[in-house]
């Protein structure tokens, strides 16, 4: 599971900005949003007649998968990197 998340933004004749998002925080209280995500997932897994079990762990292996992503936004002199450990 990744445990921080660093977006640096690079502005047009300022400083660039950094941010650190330690993930466990921001999981533990959004828990109750992701409870309701997953049961809409198996909902839809079960209208869609798509196996919920298999839909829950293919979505366990991408947030596994995540750490070392980096994902760079540049639009004219202003740029966007968000890189999850």
Do not use: E
Request: one cysteine or more; proline letters at 8%; hydrophobic letters at 60%.
């Amino acid at each position: 599971m990744p445990q921080l998340l660093t977006v640096r933004v690079k502005r047009p004749g300022g400083r660039p900005i950094r941010i650190w998002v330690p993930v466990l925080p921001v999981v533990l209280v959004l828990a109750p949003v992701v409870v309701l995500a997953l049961l809409a997932a198996a909902v839809a897994c079960l209208v869609y007649r798509i196996s919920v079990a298999r839909a829950l762990g293919t979505g366990w292996r991408i947030v596994s998968a995540l750490p070392g992503t980096r994902v760079d936004f540049t639009q004219g002199r202003t740029a966007v990197l968000v890189a999850i450990r």
